[in-house]
């Protein structure tokens, strides 16, 4: 009746997969350069570098930092965090060697809590990797007080909110770096993909060499890097950082190119749909949805179930059964998870509401089309359980 995800593909997607396979030439190539200039253009950002998903665009988010040239990251800094967010949020930060400080998410729109963070601010605070959740975006401009005048970078995790804006502003675009995903249930499909936006030319130029290997060869001649030889030979094969092979196919960009000419109308759809979702739910009692934060780009809906946990599971049950596909908030608190023993990490104060989201949460899907007769037989299906 109301599945996750579906396609946003017509025959535009499959003539440009077409067109990347009658080339002949399948890896990285023009068509992510031209996704990738496009793509800067639309979220008004200087630069943009694609990879092969939203969890790579993290990695090398976060690899970028510890090489450039002023303030670079260290292992041991200290890395804000919201408790709910998916793995790979947290993931780059353990991997480089970072201190994560899990902080606990507010109730009613299910980002950080803007005043738990600010008391967990402390000089060993390095940077806070926002999440924008469930295409809801943070409040930014209280965030930018909040951080003001302190040596705390700001990064931005949006791939679960493209499209999202706050004041005008699109999400992913109010920190040092932001990233997004491309990946089949999210707002666009390049099948798998991620993308990297930054206004820093040195973190742009770091991010083209860590994507592929380290290596020189596709800098720009002049760089932040290094100086650059005109030897095409030399450079085909000269490593100046540890990278990864972290390039998405040129099939992924073609599809990239299509897929942006579409947001703003997949957008409005999901704005759409969750006007009716707000009308319908608040009427049932018994549940709390998500507070909206600026114009989210509602990547799904969530609902808090105020039974508790027992009613969470029966309803997702009856959800199932009757062909509603429904989830976890995200990863919900992400600190219950035993992958965390492996992680240098605390937590500030208790983490409430993020146990809240774990144990009576659950989010359906939204779509680019029409829901509304699918939200009201959902509505109709809570109302039977709860």
Request: proline share 3%; with cysteine.
């Amino acid at each position: 009746m109301l599945p996750l995800a579906t396609t946003t593909w017509d025959e535009n997607e499959y003539q440009a997969l077409q067109t990347v396979i009658d080339s002949g030439m399948f890896s990285m190539g023009k068509y992510v350069a031209e996704f990738e200039k496009q793509f800067a253009e639309f979220v008004g950002s200087k630069y943009c570098v694609m990879v092969n998903s939203g969890s790579s665009a993290n990695l090398l988010a976060i690899a970028s930092m510890f090489y450039r040239s002023e303030n670079p990251l260290k292992a041991g800094d200290e890395v804000i965090v919201p408790a709910v967010s998916w793995s790979t949020t947290y993931y780059p930060l353990y991997q480089y060697g970072l201190k994560i400080k899990f902080v606990d998410i507010n109730k009613d729109t299910l980002n950080l809590d803007l005043n738990q963070l600010e008391a967990a601010i402390s000089d060993k605070t390095r940077a806070i990797f926002a999440v924008n959740l469930l295409g809801n975006p943070l409040d930014y401009q209280k965030l930018e007080t909040i951080i003001s005048g302190k040596n705390i970078e700001l990064l931005e995790d949006n791939c679960e909110s493209l499209g999202a804006t706050l004041d005008g502003k699109q999400a992913g675009t109010f920190g040092l770096m932001g990233t997004y995903s491309s990946f089949f249930s999210h707002h666009i499909s390049t099948m798998e993909g991620g993308l990297v936006v930054t206004d820093d030319e040195e973190l742009y130029h770091i991010m083209l060499s860590v994507r592929s290997h380290g290596w020189t060869r596709h800098l720009p001649k002049e760089n932040k890097l290094c100086v650059k030889s005109d030897n095409p030979f030399e450079e085909s094969f000269r490593f100046i950082l540890p990278g990864y092979n972290l390039r998405p196919l040129d099939m992924s960009g073609a599809l990239g190119i299509e897929q942006l000419k579409k947001i703003p109308s997949i957008v409005a759809g999901r704005r759409k749909n969750a006007v009716a979702f707000r009308n319908i739910f608040s009427q049932v009692e018994g549940i709390s949805i998500q507070k909206e934060t600026g114009e989210s780009s509602w990547f799904g809906f969530a609902i808090i179930v105020e039974a508790g946990k027992d009613k969470r599971d029966e309803l997702a049950k009856v959800l199932s059964d009757n062909g509603v596909e429904c989830r976890p908030i995200v990863a919900g608190n992400f600190v219950r998870n035993p992958v965390v023993e492996y992680f240098d990490y605390e937590v500030h104060g208790t983490l409430t509401a993020s146990d809240m989201a774990s144990d009576c949460g659950l989010f359906i899907g939204n779509h680019h089309y029409d829901v509304t007769k699918n939200l009201e037989q959902v509505a109709k299906l809570i109302e039977s359980v709860i």
